[in-house]
């Protein structure tokens, strides 16, 4: 079975930090996402990465950046973290195309800004 | 219009029921159809993948794809309140304009016991 690992369920931070959420997956994967999940909005894309050092704008990328400097991780950065980034953060892993096969998904990680 | 519509429910049912969970979409190239099942504080799990029109069946499960009508439905029969969680449909194409799998925003479903 695929494994993606969030490194924190839950989180707290203030406004104004930097915050990084960590995402790592065992299935050699070449494609990884970051997605927000808000209530009445579903899975909100921000970044994706098709391969090591390679990064794609999202649906809503404003305020975040990404890293991937290995195949198997992938981090997620909110460079000045602000309240309206509070949400729950998914990531997720595929291999083949990108619209066309089943992503697999960690647990989460319920971030709050203060 | 959103690409896929879905109807967020609350949806709740007496254990037993059959249930029925639906997505409408737009664009005609989506070819692949997921539906994923998210558990209170825990990620979407990937319940049943098809490809273009037909039906797919596996245990309680049945996913329906009807490409003309741009509908797909999820079946759960002798529904379980261990069922009890939001439904997610995906949807995407391979290497057309859109390119990443679309999700709707989410069906929450109750079994009653």
């Known amino acids: 079975d695929v494994k993606v690992t969030q490194s924190s369920r839950y989180l707290v931070k203030r406004t104004g930090e930097k915050v990084f959420l960590e995402c790592v997956q065992d299935m050699d994967h070449e494609n990884m996402f970051w997605y927000r999940q808000d209530p009445g909005l579903g899975l909100r894309l921000i970044y994706f990465?098709?391969?090591?050092?390679?990064?794609e704008k999202g649906d809503i990328p404003e305020g975040y950046s990404v890293s991937r400097e290995k195949k198997e991780r992938f981090s997620l950065i909110l460079e000045s973290a602000s309240t309206n980034q509070t949400s729950m953060y998914l990531c997720?892993?595929?291999?083949?195309?990108?619209?066309?096969?089943?992503?697999?998904f960690g647990d989460g990680t319920r971030l709050s800004i203060l | 219009q959103k690409e896929v519509e879905q109807d967020p429910g609350p949806l709740s049912v007496p254990e037993g029921a059959i249930v029925s969970l639906n997505c409408t979409y737009s664009n005609s190239a989506f070819q692949y159809f997921m539906w994923y099942r998210q558990y209170s504080r825990k990620g979407p799990e990937l319940l049943m993948y098809t490809y273009s029109s037909g039906n797919k069946e596996d245990g309680r499960f049945t996913a329906q794809v009807d490409k003309s009508s741009k509908y797909i439905s999820l079946f759960i029969r002798d529904s379980q309140p261990s069922d009890s969680a939001t439904y997610l449909c995906a949807m995407g194409d391979y290497g057309g304009a859109t390119n990443k799998l679309i999700f709707g925003t989410g069906t929450l479903l109750a079994v009653q016991p």
């Open positions: 990465s098709y391969d090591v050092k390679m990064k």
């Open positions: 997720a892993s595929t291999t083949g195309g990108l619209g066309n096969q089943p992503q697999h």
